[in-house]
């Protein structure tokens, strides 16, 4: 990652700052014999509360992590496990390089939607309102409809949102794929039927509050209508603007339901991303796609970790 120069540099920047200010506590002239006394406990107190280079490095770290809202647990975690395995004199240059790949390793790599072996791959996308489902899955029928050419074939079982299906289906219109509104297993099954031959069915579901039981049975049944039809996938659709706590809350009320993948969406109304790392460590599920605009289909990629993880530590971005 060219040594992650940008971010390197503004770390060095730091530290340099804060030598600065001790050195300017130290340097402090004083008048008079009680002047030269207090310079001396002054100089005494700094050399005290001086830490290594590679303690003062790592404690900027941790500060970059949680200012960017990473989970304090598993900021400390990644610092522990590193200074672990420090010598005292190994240079901060190495020691950010260990943090970088503890942090790639963490993350693990993305995994995106795949083919089935026979049969079309059924796609199911759930998660809470106002998260982006419908468009984020308009964005990745056109990757596999337009550009790789695949059969893609949608269907929507959000029947509570009001002209949610008419969206869903001036998508299909303009890709012109098929689109279909599902009420119940049946027709899910009925469906696979119909499309059996194409590659891709994908499949956008109700959002609603995760604490409504009744729509989490509905959810439930449609997710699992397909079992022992055909190979599927679920992707559990996720704001990276949502606070950490509620997102703990829908993940673990998802995970009652089935195993899922990741996509976040919005990272382009957010400042901070440590709610990626939290998630992916709490829940153990992969992230596989982000989303950074309304653009369809342009703002949507495969999950970077590399990415990722500068700026979790403090770098920007490459123009």
Known sequence: EEKLDSLQNLLEQQIENKEKKVAQKTDTPAAGKGGTERAAASADDVKKEENPELIKFMKLLYNTMIGNEVNEQYANQIIDEITRLQKPDVPFDYALAEVYQKMILKFGQPSGITPAVQGPKVVYFIGPTGVGKTTTIAKLASKFSVVEKKKVALLTADTYRIAAAEQLRTYADILE?????IYSDEEVEQALRDFKDYDYIM????????????????????????????????????????????????????SKLTDYKLIFTKLDETTTLGSLLNLRLYTGASISYVTDGQNVPDDISEFSPQKTVKLLLGGRMSE
């Open 177 to 181: 794929v098929p689109c279909r509104v």
């Open 203 to 254: 499949v956008d579901t109700a959002g609603h509050s995760h604490q409504n039981e009744k729509q989490r049975e509905n959810m439930n049944s449609i997710i699992h209508s397909a079992d022992g039809l055909a190979e599927q996938e679920v992707y559990l659709v996720l704001s990276a603007t949502t606070k950490y706590r509620d997102l703990i809350s829908i993940a673990d009320t998802y």
